[in-house]
């Protein structure tokens, strides 16, 4: 920093200054120690800094290593949220939600000096070993439970989320709006916060609509489970429309139901959960809900750096849209 304050004819503060964005810093003086730092080559020293300043600018974030497409999403809209504001993380993976693995885990990040945790935690399994590991530094869950652990301070955890409930009754109500009274959902495995409410939303809108509602056809996220459930109803007896709690889901049933001449939508209307890359082009294209994975990285950043001021911070739930297409349309008269 000395060599770059030399070479731009500044001070040693005015380079600090420049590095962490001030806006005290004249345009021509932030160009010329811009230039400066080109030229020399100068790389920021984060060690140096984490020392100076008792901050490592790191987060550690917890994934639970799922391919899927709503889990994986999130990892990448928080990395891309927390760099954009100033922060880098640190991932792990955990498969296993028991004591022995998540103190590993929480060991590792404390050896980092991580600030604070942001944990992927959308199984109740994952929920439970978070609270129970009582974190020196603030935790961030993104799961539909709604946690409130202790007050604002190290140790408080706070979570963040898509308001699940709000899709699944968009997506319901679609459907009833199209004129089907009876709209079947394949739900996706109940040990997962996000399918639970996802159930409660479609029994919600069913229920107000009026309309004859039978339990939730049991499933997993995976296609073959749709392609599975697919096949039965082409036995025993297609309903109008189904809500599958994925967009895999509808994918598998999208498949058992072209193999069995079943027409869709003419037959059946089939929607979806997530947007998943590539939905639009399903054939046909997926009706579906749009959760906004940049937004809620976002979200879980904003909500750490609050945390970490030592403030409450603002957890309303985002809330997805639902993006109509050619798989759902009024039943057969």
């Not at 080109?38 to 974030?61: H, K, M, P, Q, W």
């Not at 990285?297 to 001021?309: F, P, S, V």
């Amino acid at each position: 920093m000395a060599d770059v304050a030399e070479r731009a004819g500044v001070s040693h503060q005015t380079v600090s200054r420049v590095l962490n964005d001030h806006p005290n810093v004249r345009p021509e003086t932030r160009a010329r120690v811009l230039d400066a730092i080109d030229e020399l080559g100068y790389r920021r020293n984060s060690a140096a800094r984490a020392l100076a300043t008792n901050r490592s600018g790191i987060f550690g974030v917890v994934s639970t290593g799922s391919a899927l497409y709503g889990p994986s999403s999130t990892a990448i809209g928080i990395e891309v949220a927390a760099r954009e504001a100033g922060y880098y993380v640190s991932v792990a993976t955990v498969t296993r939600f028991d004591p022995a693995s998540m103190r590993q885990v929480m060991d590792h990040f404390l050896g980092q000096g991580v600030e604070g945790i942001i944990m992927i935690a959308p199984q109740v399994d994952a929920t439970r070993a978070v609270v129970s590991l009582a974190a020196p530094v603030p935790v961030v869950m993104i799961s539909s439970t709604g946690i409130r652990e202790g007050s604002p301070g190290p140790g408080m955890i706070r979570s963040v989320s898509v308001d699940q409930v709000a899709g699944a009754t968009a997506v319901t109500d679609h459907l009833i709006g199209l004129g089907h009274e009876q709209v079947v959902h394949l739900a996706g495995p109940q040990d997962w916060f996000d399918a639970r409410a996802r159930v409660a939303g479609w029994r919600a809108a069913v229920e107000r609509a009026g309309l004859a509602m039978e339990d939730p056809l049991p499933g997993d996220w995976t296609a073959e489970r749709g392609y599975s459930a697919g096949r039965r109803m082409v036995r025993e007896g297609l309903p109008t429309a189904v809500f599958a709690a994925n967009d895999q889901l509808a994918l598998g049933m999208l498949r058992a139901f072209w193999e069995s001449g079943v027409r869709v939508p003419e037959d059946v209307s089939v929607a979806g959960f997530d947007d998943a890359t590539g939905a639009a082009h399903f054939i046909p294209p997926l009706t579906t809900v749009r959760q906004d994975f940049q937004a809620l990285g976002r979200l879980a950043i904003d909500a750490m750096r609050t945390m970490l001021a030592g403030r409450e911070p603002v957890v309303t739930p985002l809330v997805p849209t639902l993006q109509v297409r050619a798989s759902t349309a009024p039943p057969r008269p």
